[in-house]
C-alpha cells in the first residue's frame, strides 16, 4: 500500500526540481540591465543597440555609406582570410585598447595618430566620465588620455568580455600607414614640450643609429632625425628588447582585427563622415557633436613623401615590409612615392 505514496512523493521531488531547473535558466537568460536605468545593457531609450540599428539597415535599401561600410567589412575578412594563417585565442593583453562604452553599446578600439583623442573625448561625454562637459573640445587633450577615465574590455571577466563582444557594436578608425607614421615622428620627436619622448627614445635612437654622436644629444635626444627614427623601427633588436609604443604600432597588433569582427572601420580620410555615421548607429547625434580637426596641422601624402626623399630603396622596403599587413587588411595602396616598387 505504501509504493504509490512513495512514487507520489519522487514524482512530486523530480517536478519540483525539473521546476527550479527552468528558473535557474530563464533568469541567468535575462539581459543585464544598464546601471541606474530600466533599459537593457548597451540600448538605448529606443530600445534597440547600435548593433540592431546597423544589421537591421542593412536589411533594408542600403545608403551610399552602408555599402561603403559594408565592402570594407568584406575586403576586411578577405584580407584576413588570405594573409592569416594561424588562429589564436583572444588574451586580455590584446583587449587593453578597447574602450567599452555600456550605456550605448559601443566597442571602441583606439589607435593613435587616428583622432583617437576626440574619440575618448567623446566617449568621456557619452559615459559620463566629463562631468559637467557636453562639448568634446572642452576636455583637455591629457585629461582624455588618464587611465581610469575609460574603462578598457580588459578589465571585465570572460564571461562579460564575450556578451560585449556579441552584442556591441565594434568600432575602429584606421589611416593610411606611412601617414600615422610621418605623424607620429612629426608630433613626438619634432615638438619642443614632448621631452618624455626625447628622453625616453630619442636618446636611444640617436645613441645607436647615430655615427658619433655629441654628449649634449646623447642626453637630450630632442633632434632625432626621420632616417634615425626609420633605422630604429627596422633594427630587429627593438622588438626583441619590448613592444612598439603604441604610437608607431601596427593597427592589426593593437586592435586584433582578424580576431575581432569589427562592425565599422572608420578611416582617417573620411573621419567627419565615418564618425557621423557611428553617433547615427548610436543614437547619439543630437546629444554630442564630433570635433573637427584643423586640416592644415595634418599630416598629408604629399608630406608623407617629402620625409621618405632621403631614405634608400633598401629601408623603404623594410619599413614596408614591417606595416605590409595595415596596406594590405585595410585596403590601402602601396605608396607611389617609394622607389623600391
Known amino acids: 500500500m505504501r509504493k504509490p505514496k512513495v512514487n507520489r512523493m519522487v514524482l512530486a521531488m523530480c517536478l519540483g526540481c525539473f521546476i527550479m531547473v ?60 588570405s594573409y592569416t594563417r594561424q588562429r589564436r585565442v583572444l588574451i586580455p593583453e590584446d583587449l587593453k585598447h578597447i574602450i567599452v562604452d555600456d550605456q550605448h553599446g559601443l566597442l571602441y578600439c583606439y589607435v593613435p595618430k587616428v583622432a583617437c583623442t576626440n574619440w575618448k573625448r567623446v566617449l568621456m561625454v557619452l559615459t559620463g566620465a566629463a ?19 575609460l574603462r578598457t574590455l580588459s578589465e571585465y571577466s570572460t564571461s562579460q568580455i564575450n ?58 635626444g630632442d633632434n632625432v632625425s626621420f632616417e634615425e627614427f626609420v633605422y630604429y623601427l627596422v633594427d630587429p633588436a627593438t622588438q626583441r628588447e ?22 565599422v572601420v572608420g578611416k582617417y580620410e573620411t573621419l567627419e563622415q565615418d564618425s557621423r555615421y557611428v553617433m547615427q548607429l548610436a543614437g547619439v547625434e543630437g546629444q554630442v557633436t564630433f570635433p573637427t580637426s584643423a586640416k592644415n596641422t595634418r599630416t598629408t601624402g604629399d608630406m608623407a613623401a617629402q620625409f621618405f626623399n632621403n631614405i634608400s630603396p633598401f629601408y623603404q622596403k623594410k619599413l614596408y615590409n614591417l606595416y605590409r599587413m595595415d596596406f594590405l587588411l585595410f585596403n590601402y595602396s602601396t605608396p607611389e612615392y617609394l622607389e623600391f616598387r
Request: charged residues 25%; hydrophobic residues 30%; proline residues 7%.
Open 22 to 81: 527552468i528558473f535557474y535558466f530563464q533568469s541567468n537568460l535575462k539581459p543585464a540591465s544598464g546601471q541606474g536605468t530600466g533599459t537593457i545593457l548597451g540600448q538605448g531609450k529606443s530600445g534597440r543597440s547600435p548593433l540592431q540599428t546597423l544589421y537591421d539597415s542593412d536589411q533594408m535599401e542600403s545608403s551610399a555609406v552602408q555599402v561603403t561600410h559594408q565592402g570594407r567589412r568584406e575586403l576586411l575578412e578577405e584580407a584576413c582570410h
Open 131 to 149: 562631468g559637467p562637459h557636453q562639448d568634446p573640445l572642452a576636455i583637455p587633450a591629457n585629461e582624455a588620455h588618464v587611465p581610469g577615465n
Open 163 to 220: 556578451q560585449r563582444l556579441r552584442s556591441y557594436l565594434k568600432f575602429v578608425f584606421v589611416r593610411e600607414p606611412f601617414e600615422r607614421l610621418v605623424s607620429a615622428y612629426r608630433n613626438k620627436f619634432t615638438r619642443s614640450y614632448n621631452t618624455a619622448f626625447h628622453k625616453r627614445y630619442g636618446t636611444k635612437i640617436i645613441r645607436r643609429h647615430r655615427p658619433n654622436p655629441h654628449a649634449e644629444a646623447l642626453e637630450r
Open 242 to 263: 619590448e613592444p612598439f609604443n603604441e604610437h608607431w604600432e601596427r593597427v592589426h597588433s593593437l586592435c586584433h582585427p582578424c580576431l575581432i569582427h569589427y562592425d
